[in-house]
């Protein structure tokens, strides 16, 4: 059996932990640079706000009601998912981190307990120890679980844990369930699905294998209708580490010098590695891409990609830094006006065995990269985000008269709430 624990709202119910007063408003959490909604609370969505809504149509849509707004705290929601992960891992044999907000548990072993019990206890402490309401989906397969946890999330009956463990729960979950919705099964397929009368999971699970294989060859979808009929087919291996990795973001206004692109690009990068060492992985490409407004007709357009390719695969941040501003500097043009930019690492695969090229870095380099990112790694955890940073991270003040602080001019988060549990500055004060 498999569980995957849901974290209700994620952004929204990380928010609500250190403000109670909260509860029952209607909350959103913006993007970056405030632009438009990317979280809801169920008020919110009770009022008709939908994902993607631009910030400034709030006010205009909803004049006389009260919402509550944040700017995007990655930082608060990644240490408090951390804590519910915490938890989740020493209450089961063995689990992986899916996403931000969702992570896999495997149950094996742990057959002669009542799983619907278990998951509902599991629901408290959670919620008891950090505040954060989670949904709980358990059945056989990855799949069955993440439909369970939909009806969890949705029906208060199910006390936060639904379990689907015999075949008459099954084909009632999934003659409720529409195809849209069905992990592994996008919007493209989703459409094809609907066109060959496929409404529901249930249409799609009893059509034949062989009519699955023959209109989509594709493993996924293969896999996704295994999955759907009870057989455990989605490999744990291909869902625990990414095999490409981006970081992007609209800028607050547009740019059009290469140096504050530099650093922008730099920043991103920085992240990329970051999350490459999280996993424990190398990249062997670093790509960068940037373009313009398309929204700005009366400017001009221009929309660029280029790839670095590495000799020695790495997580170093200086190495992939270095290379996302190689790939940069043959894409940039000036006289443009840039809105968005962009770092994809891709090539992923595991830093060992790894093969060191003669006219690339040595052993011995690689290996002092490697301890010094652990360093930094281990300091920014402790003290704070991008305590330490690269030279080329840091943002030049428009005036030429050393450096600003290092995020100064990057995003705009006019709504930011504070950081009481990773910054000893920011430590919640009782008066």
């Known amino acids: 059996m498999y569980a995957i624990i849901d974290c209700d709202n994620c952004y929204v119910s990380c928010e609500r932990v250190f403000r109670p007063d909260l509860e029952g408003v209607p909350v959103v959490v913006l993007s970056n640079n405030d632009g438009c909604v990317v979280a809801r609370s169920n008020e919110a969505k009770a009022m008709g706000i939908k994902a993607g809504t631009p910030f400034f149509q709030l006010q205009q849509m909803f004049?006389?009601?009260?919402?509550a707004v944040f700017s995007s705290n990655y930082e608060l929601y990644g240490e408090m998912t951390a804590r519910v992960v915490e938890i989740v891992k020493k209450a089961v044999p063995a689990y992986f981190r899916y996403s931000i907000d969702e992570c896999f548990a495997y149950l094996h072993g742990m057959d002669d307990i009542d799983h619907k019990l278990w998951g509902e206890e599991l629901h408290k402490k959670i919620k008891k120890w950090t505040g954060m309401p989670v949904s709980i989906g358990i059945a056989p397969t990855k799949t069955l679980a993440k439909v369970a946890s939909h009806f969890a999330k949705k029906y208060s009956g199910y006390k936060h844990c639904c379990v689907i463990d015999t075949e008459e729960k099954r084909?009632?979950?999934l003659r409720l369930f529409s195809i849209d919705d069905v992990w592994g099964v996008g919007r493209r397929y989703a459409a094809r699905l609907d066109g060959y009368g496929v409404k529901t999971a249930l249409d799609f699970a009893e059509r034949h294998e062989s009519w699955v294989?023959?209109?989509?060859?594709?493993?996924?979808?293969?896999?996704?209708?295994m999955e759907l009929n009870?057989?455990?087919?989605?490999?744990n291996e291909e869902m625990a580490k990414k095999?490409?990795?981006?970081t992007s973001r609209s800028f607050n206004g547009m740019i059009s010098d290469y140096n504050e692109l530099k650093t922008h690009v730099a920043n991103y990068a920085a992240r990329c590695a970051e999350k490459l060492r999280i996993q424990d992985t190398v990249c062997s490409v670093v790509g960068v891409f940037i373009?313009?407004?398309?929204?700005?007709?009366?400017?001009?357009?221009y929309w660029n990609f280029h790839e670095t390719r590495l000799i020695t695969p790495s997580a170093s941040t200086i190495t992939i830094v270095n290379a996302a501003e190689d790939a940069l500097k043959a894409i940039f043009r000036p006289g443009y006006k840039y809105k968005k930019a962009g770092v994809i690492v891709m090539g992923i695969g595991n830093p060992y065995p790894l093969h060191h090229d003669l006219f690339d870095i040595t052993a011995e380099q690689f290996q002092k990269m490697r301890k010094l990112d652990k360093v930094i790694d281990r300091i920014n955890k402790t003290i704070g985000s991008e305590t330490i940073v690269l030279g080329a991270q840091q943002y030049t003040r428009p005036d030429g008269k050393g450096k600003a602080e290092v995020f100064a001019n990057a995003i705009k988060h006019d709504y930011r709430s504070k950081n009481p549990t990773t910054r000893w500055a920011e430590i919640i004060r009782l008066t």
């Open 213 to 225: 294989r023959v209109t989509f060859n594709n493993i996924v979808i293969m896999r996704t209708w």
């Open 63 to 67: 004049p006389d009601k009260k919402i």
């Open 291 to 301: 373009y313009t407004n398309p929204f700005r007709e009366d400017l001009m357009q």
């Open 171 to 173: 084909r009632k979950a």
């Open 230 to 235: 009870g057989n455990d087919a989605v490999p």
């Open 243 to 246: 095999k490409s990795i981006c």
